[in-house]
C-alpha cells in the first residue's frame, strides 16, 4: 500500500488518495459544503496588528469525506493554516495565498495497512487503535503497534509468564520475541524493530514521528502477510487441488 498519501495535508480542491476502510477500494472525497473552519484567537487578534502575514494563521477545522464507491461517510477534525503558492504565470512570477488542513482524527479510522482476513481479532483490536491515533499522536500510534505484538505472540502460543524458583515472571516483550519456535526465526528481526520503534513512543527523547510509525506498518504488514496471507493462499491452494481430484492429495 502506497502511504506516501498519509504524510499530507489537503485542501478543499486537493485531497490525497486516503483509501476508504469499509472497502478498501474507494477514495475519500471530501464534501465541500461539510467543512467548517474557525480562526484561533490568537490568529484573530495578530490579524489586526500592522504587518500581519496570512502564514501567521492558524485555525480548526470539522469536514466530512464520502467514499467515491460505497458512500461510507467518515468525519474529520484537525487544525489548518495558509501557504503561499508560488508559480511561473504567463505575466512572470505569481503566488497566492491558500488554506491547507491537516487532520488529526478520522471516525471511522482509516486502515493503514493491508490485513489478512484471517489475522486474530486481539491483534486487530490493537491495530486499529493504532491507526485511530496515527494523525494526532505518532508515539501513542507506536505504543499501540507494539502492543498488537503482544497479542500476535499470544496467538502464537508464546508464554506470557515464566516461573522461577517456584515463583511466576511476567516476561518482557524483548523475551517473548526472543522465546517464538525456530519456524518464526524468519519474523524475530521485524518484531524486534517493531518493538524498538515501540519502545521510542513511549520514552522521553527525540518524539517519534509519522514516518516512524509508517516503518512500524510496513514491518508489521510483512509480518502478518506472512504468517495469515501465505497460510489463506496455501489453504485455497489445497482446496483446489482435493476438489480437482475429487478426493486426498496424492503424497509419495
Ligand atoms: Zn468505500
Known sequence: MDRSPYLRTFGKDSVPSWIC???NAGQLKLLPESLITKWTKESTVVW?????????IKMVFACVFECSTCKEPYSCTGT?????IQYEGCDGYQQYHEEYYSPK???????????PSNCPDAV??????SFSLFFADAGAALNCARASIEA???NLKVNKTEVKKGQRFGLTLHRRIGNLPAKYQHIKDSLMAVKWLGNAGSHNGKAPTREDVLDAYDLLEWVLSDLYANKDKKLKALARIVNRRKGPVQRR
Do not use: R
Not at 105 to 115: A, G, H, N, Q, T
Not at 124 to 129: F, I, M, R, T
Open 21 to 23: 476502510s469499509s472497502c
Open 48 to 56: 489586526e496588528e500592522e504587518g500581519s502575514e496570512p502564514e501567521w
Open 80 to 84: 489548518g493554516g495558509v501557504e503561499e
Open 105 to 115: 482524527y478520522f471516525e471511522p479510522s482509516l486502515v493503514l495497512i493491508d490485513l
Open 124 to 129: 486487530l483490536a490493537k491495530l486499529h487503535d
Open 152 to 154: 500476535l505472540l499470544t
